[in-house]
């Protein structure tokens, strides 16, 4: 048995920009909305291997199942960039945007069992003794996985932020939204390789 090992990062991002034209005093209104993901896998691998030559031909095959902990994480974060409270001054920035704000925003982090099994085909052709033609093709599976997009919860209460049009302190009334709970998803990638192999 061996160790398994995989890491997933992503990011989704959006930002606004909303500024005033001249003549018009300069108003900053800028936003930002983040949402990172990190899932690390940390399992054992078990795994079989097979090879089959046939004239020029050779055709050979992987299959690869692990199973263990995948860590997840997602940090939540957002702003807002405005002179609009302090009579077109220095820009000042709150904390909270559209749709990450105080209530979601920050780090969140838990462990679950994920399974990864990995598939690979390989074929080759050999051209002469000395060149080998080479065609794969991969597949890999992990389920349980953190991904930007899904952590995004569409119900807002605009009244904790600025963002909205109310003047800072912003304190919320009535439901926490957006709230944050973990949202998982399966998650598969596909990878196909060709290759010119040389013998001496």
């Known amino acids: 048995m061996n160790s398994g090992y995989v890491n997933l990062r992503e990011t989704f991002s959006f930002k606004t920009n909303s500024p005033n034209i001249a003549p018009r005093p300069a ?23 097979t090879r089959y030559g046939w004239g020029s031909w050779t055709f050979s095959g992987t299959f690869k199942f692990a199973l263990g902990a995948l860590a ?8 807002l960039l405005t002179n609009d409270f302090n009579g077109f001054g220095e820009p000042q920035k709150f904390p909270g945007d ?4 105080p209530t979601n925003i920050g780090n969140h982090s838990q462990t679950v069992f994920a399974v ?16 080998i033609l ?11 996985v953190v991904r930007p997009g ?42 196909l390789n060709v290759g010119v192999a040389f013998r001496f």
């Open 116 to 131: 990864v099994p990995e598939i690979g085909l390989n074929v080759g052709y050999k051209v002469t003794n000395w060149i």
């Open 150 to 191: 899904d952590q995004i919860d569409r119900g807002i209460n605009p009244s904790q932020n600025a963002s909205f049009g109310g003047a800072p302190p912003t304190p919320l009334v009535g439901p926490a939204r957006p709230a944050f709970t973990f949202q998982e998803s399966d998650f598969w990638a596909q990878g």
């Open 27 to 49: 108003d900053v209104f800028q936003t930002k909305d983040q949402f990172d993901t990190t899932n690390n896998f940390y399992g054992g691998q078990v795994g079989v291997r």
């Open 98 to 101: 559209y749709f990450a704000q």
């Open 72 to 79: 997840q994480s997602v940090d939540i974060d957002g702003f």
């Open 134 to 144: 080479l065609l794969g093709y991969t597949f890999l599976f992990t389920n349980n």
